[in-house]
């Protein structure tokens, strides 16, 4: 399915078009390393993720804003990953304390303040995930591009393909999926926190 036709039936609201939001752009999120730990530290859950898009999308009409620059599904996981990024309350300078109380009558739990410095960490975890690159790129350069090309610039596997001359598509999921098994294995190596 073109970007075109996935775009059309997302505007209008098909179940074909959401299904695929959901597939490929919801799921892969909430599992990548780099959402998956924000989205538990800020109580996110896939659904949210959904329900927040669909009214951003087509409630508050930014689908209209998509203007064909790079991929859809690229498009969409930026405006996903945004909003996980916008989730930490400390980012905007405050703290709800709405439902703070155990005993508060929306069933809320306690809130729990932060106890860890949120940009010491944020440098560390960039530090470490340049190291783990770093090693990457000396052991096999093809998988440093197909992972950068794909998380940095979130390129489809057929635009990585086309890009890179790889075989096929499901080629480069596989180097790409390599590449991540990599960056894990090489993580607690340079993770000072551990």
């Known amino acids: 399915m073109s970007d075109e036709e996935w775009l059309g039936l997302v505007k209008a609201g098909k179940d074909e078009g959401w299904k695929l939001v959901w597939e490929r752009v919801i799921v892969p999120e909430s599992k990548s390393l780099r959402s998956a ?3 538990k530290k800020y109580s996110l859950t896939d659904g949210d993720l959904m ?31 945004g909003f996980i990024l916008n989730a930490n309350p400390n980012k905007h300078g405050e703290i709800s304390i709405e439902g ?12 729990v303040l932060p106890t860890e410095d949120k940009k010491v960490l944020m440098k560390d975890v960039w530090l470490t995930t ?3 690159f770093h ?21 489809s596997s057929d635009e ?9 598509s499901a ?13 894990r294995a090489a993580w607690p190596k340079h993770d000072k926190r551990s």
């Open 51 to 81: 329900g927040m898009l669909y009214e951003e999308m087509i409630g508050r009409k930014k689908i209209d804003l998509f203007r064909g620059e790079g991929s859809f599904e690229g498009w969409l996981k930026r405006y996903v990953r």
């Open 130 to 132: 340049h190291w783990c």
């Open 171 to 183: 080629n480069v999921d596989q180097i790409f999926s390599r590449a991540v098994k990599f960056m």
């Open 135 to 155: 090693d990457l790129w000396q052991s096999d350069p093809e998988r440093a591009y197909v992972h950068l090309l794909k998380t940095r610039y979130h390129l």
């Open 37 to 39: 730990e924000l989205m």
């Open 160 to 168: 990585v393909r086309d890009f890179l001359d790889v075989s096929s």
């Open 100 to 111: 703070a109380h155990p005993d508060a009558d929306n069933g809320q739990t306690e809130m």
